[in-house]
């Protein structure tokens, strides 16, 4: 069975400009998660999708941040413009289920950003 | 409010010797809690859950946990770590709508 898979795997941007994570979570799963990990720090939680429906992004910082996820599948998150606090590991994970409780969650490699 | 606490941010133990990673939560609801690993430029894997039933659960790599209603605790326990268990350990819990990450403990095992 495929993982959570993730593009791209490293990125180098300046301040100011723009970037964009993708993730393709397993198949079947309805509920994808969006977690930021700054260096040294538990993975803190940006967005909640539950098929295509956001269920919670009280967390995502939407001057800058967006995030969809068209056909409740796939889903991209992006940055515009970023910042230099913005440099973490943005961390897809995907559960089986809907509801209160999801299930165990899977997460992929992770997208690296830096921003000089 | 939930919310989870990892007492220890790094643990170094010498190969071969036993170690308890700290794990406490706070919750006004009914939690499930886990533990998840995470190696160097990589992403989380789980290790254990605790969903309901038994209080001890056994996990992947030799690795148990016990959950304390009580204490409100969720510690992980290996009776003998190697240096492949050597990376960055995370304590979760899962309530309403909502995963909450601890900090981490990073455990370095010594040879």
């Known amino acids: 069975e495929a993982g959570v898979a993730q593009s791209p795997r490293y990125k180098i941007i300046e301040k100011r400009q723009s970037v964009a994570f993708w993730c393709n979570p397993i198949?079947?799963?309805?509920?994808l998660y969006w977690y930021q990990q700054i260096l040294g720090q538990g993975p803190k939680l940006l967005i909640q999708?539950?098929?295509?429906?956001?269920?919670?992004d009280s967390q995502l910082p939407k001057d800058r941040f967006s995030a969809e996820r068209l056909k409740g599948v796939d889903s991209t998150l992006k940055i515009q413009p970023a910042k230099l606090e913005d440099s973490a590991v943005y961390l897809c994970a995907s559960s089986l289920g809907t509801g209160l409780f999801t299930g165990e969650l899977f997460f992929g490699e992770g997208s690296r950003l830096t921003v000089l | 409010a939930q919310s989870v606490t990892q007492l220890d941010s790094q643990v170094p133990v010498f190969e071969e010797a036993p170690v308890e990673l700290r794990c406490n939560y706070s919750?006004?609801?009914?939690?499930?809690l886990f533990w998840y690993v995470q190696y160097p430029n990589q992403g989380l894997q789980l290790l254990l859950k605790y969903l309901s039933g038994s209080t001890l659960v056994k996990g992947i790599n030799g690795f148990e946990a016990e959950f304390n209603k009580s204490q409100t605790s969720f510690h992980l326990r290996k009776p003998s770590v190697h240096i492949s268990d050597t990376a960055e350990y995370f304590c979760a819990a899962a309530g309403t709508y909502k995963y909450i990450f601890g900090t981490g403990t990073r455990l370095k095992v010594l040879a």
């Open positions: 198949s079947g799963h309805a509920t």
């Open positions: 999708f539950q098929n295509n429906g956001v269920v919670d």
């Open positions: 919750s006004s609801v009914s939690v499930y």
